[in-house]
């Protein structure tokens, strides 16, 4: 391990950042082949255009069921941005500001 005060560097940890990297990397350019030898259907596409969002909620789904009021806000927080906005960074980023507010005041 490289020590130098705060600013220590653990080679296993940055092997395994690294290897992370390099594993997503893969992953999005073996989609991106992928998807350029077959026919993207309607359908297809319809189901990859929401793919994110609902990667989204499944991350968020259960943090939301188990939060309090707190949370609660926050949850309304991004859908009202989101209904004014239909920006959906600016409504997680709106989001995790109300969460950190609410938490703060409540």
Known sequence: MISEGALALDP?????????ALV???TKVGG????????????????LSVLPGA?????????LAAGGPA?????GVVLLVMWRTENILLSLCGGVGAVVLFRTLL
């Open 71 to 75: 949370e609660w806000g926050g949850a």
């Open 32 to 47: 991106f082949w992928f998807l350029r030898r077959i026919e993207v259907s309607e359908r297809l596409e319809a189901g």
């Open 12 to 20: 296993l940890i940055v092997g395994a950042i690294l290897a992370m």
């Open 55 to 63: 990667i989204v909620i499944a991350i968020l789904g259960p943090e």
């Open 24 to 26: 997503t990397a893969a």
